[in-house]
């Protein structure tokens, strides 16, 4: 499958989804039960890699991802830059 590309922002506009604030209040909405996409307020799906225990959030709409994170005990820790795979470090 390829790799899902985000919108484009405007100029001066940061990307969604890529401070782990932003990801960790991404995952608290979901955990209560919908999380909207910061660019349409469509859902955001929650995308597992098993292999390497990693999850990021994916539009369902328009297609943004985060980047990739681990979540556990500890909390949510980023696992890599959004263009970057499971895994990166």
Do not use: H, I, Q
Request: glycine share 14%; charged share 20%; proline share 12%.
């Amino acid at each position: 499958m390829a790799e899902a590309k985000p919108p484009e922002t405007p100029e001066g506009v940061a990307s969604p989804l890529t401070s782990p604030d932003e990801v960790s209040k991404a995952w608290k909405a979901f955990r209560a039960g919908v999380a909207p996409c910061p660019v349409d307020g469509a859902p955001l799906a929650l995308a597992v890699e098993g292999t390497a225990n990693v999850y990021r959030f994916v539009c369902v709409k328009c297609g943004a991802a985060s980047a990739w994170f681990e979540a556990g005990a500890g909390g949510l820790k980023p696992r890599g830059p959004r263009a970057g795979g499971p895994g990166n470090e």
